[in-house]
């Protein structure tokens, strides 16, 4: 079964409006979780590294006051996109790693991803 | 350069056959390799992760490391259709969580199509 999973799959918003993102880890205690952004037909491209208590990492060009992370606990990172807008739409999927030395230390486990439409 | 590359294909291989993917990278520092396995629309799912030169064999695959020329592939013995799929190579500079290392950098991925 899913260890780690995100929700909504899929979401629809009307341009302007902010969309959450739930990643949650089911089976560990996931001290990091990456979000990422996926193009159709393009690889996936990180958006942000989030460890809990802290303040996310986000990547060259990824605007950190239109994409908020929360890493509240160690078992649920959200994602919110503000004023979202149709170039927005895309696939984002989460995944998230243990400590080291937990076990869930060397594999990323993936989420089911949530496409966004923004119309 | 960039920093991890496939052939986006697409890679068509009758049913029965070997399927060979291959993935170059530029960081010498890299020192993880994964290979994942996409279906249209869904999330990638992990076939399997090599860190020391040589083979690594899983089932029928068989994924190869060269540090030396940074390199690194993968082999599907007797493809099946439901092995169609995008087929992305991931590149970690560390091989755990620790030290904050951990930062996989995606190819774009090549697209396998197995006739069958």
């Known amino acids: 079964g899913a260890v780690v999973s995100q929700h909504p799959s899929r979401v629809i918003c009307k341009s302007g409006t902010s969309v959450k993102i739930e990643c949650r880890s089911l089976?560990?205690?996931?001290?990091?979780m990456f979000w990422y952004r996926q193009f159709p037909k393009q690889s996936l491209m990180l958006m942000a590294t989030s460890n809990e208590g802290s303040k996310a990492t986000y990547e060259q060009g990824v605007e950190k006051d239109k994409f908020l992370i929360n890493h509240a606990s160690l078992t649920l990172s959200t994602l919110t996109v503000t004023s979202a807008h149709p170039e927005d739409s895309s696939f984002y999927i989460c995944?998230?790693?243990?400590?080291?030395?937990?076990?869930?230390?060397?594999?990323?486990?993936f989420g089911q991803g949530t496409r966004l439409t923004v119309v | 350069q960039k920093e991890v590359e496939q052939n986006s294909g697409p890679l068509s291989v009758p049913e029965g056959a070997i399927a060979s993917l291959n993935c170059t990278y530029s960081d010498r520092g890299s020192q993880s390799f994964f290979w994942y396995r996409q279906y249209s629309g869904k999330s990638p799912e992990l076939i399997m992760f090599?860190?020391?030169?040589g083979d690594k064999e899983d089932g029928r695959f068989t994924a190869q490391l060269n540090k030396a020329s940074q390199y690194v592939s993968l082999l599907i013995r007797d493809s099946q259709p439901s092995d169609s799929a995008t087929y992305l190579c991931a590149v970690n500079k560390g091989r755990d969580s620790g030290g904050s290392n951990y930062k996989l950098t995606f190819g774009k991925g090549t697209l396998l199509t197995v006739n069958p």
């Open positions: 089976d560990f205690q996931a001290t990091t």
């Open positions: 995944s998230a790693l243990g400590d080291k030395g937990s076990g869930w230390d060397t594999e990323a486990f």
């Open positions: 090599i860190y020391s030169n």
